[in-house]
């Protein structure tokens, strides 16, 4: 089971990147997935979730208008569109798949929002 995040980086402020999840190893198309992140310092917290049955998304309020969900079955990855980056967006995202009590998790990838 893999769960490889891609796509972060140093991006100015008011700027945009798309991180992207690949996974391999299980059936993912039935998983909720999940983009959580982590500044330093700070505990992990959700950014976003897309359901496995209808791709219903909910966001943090922090992320609410600005970053978008998204998932491809046939690619077996999810994304997290990001846009009008601030620095406190400025954390490790991870991505997570989630079936009932199974929980797969990524290594992260850094995203710097700085000038």
């Known amino acids: 089971v893999q769960l490889v995040e891609s796509g972060g980086g140093l991006v100015q402020p008011g700027g945009s990147l798309r991180l992207s999840c690949a996974a391999s190893g299980f059936t993912f198309s039935s998983y909720n997935m999940t983009w959580y992140r982590q500044a330093p310092g700070k505990e992990r917290e959700l950014v976003a979730i897309?359901?496995?049955?209808?791709?219903?998304?909910h966001y943090a309020d922090s992320a609410k208008g600005r970053f978008t969900i998204s998932r491809d079955n046939g690619k077996n990855t999810v994304y997290l569109q990001m846009n009008s980056l601030k620095p406190e967006d400025t954390a490790v995202y991870y991505c997570?798949?989630?079936?009932?009590?199974?929980?797969?998790w990524g290594k992260g990838t850094l995203v710097t929002v700085s000038s």
């Open positions: 897309i359901t496995s049955v209808g791709g219903s998304t």
């Open positions: 997570n798949g989630r079936y009932f009590l199974v929980n797969y």
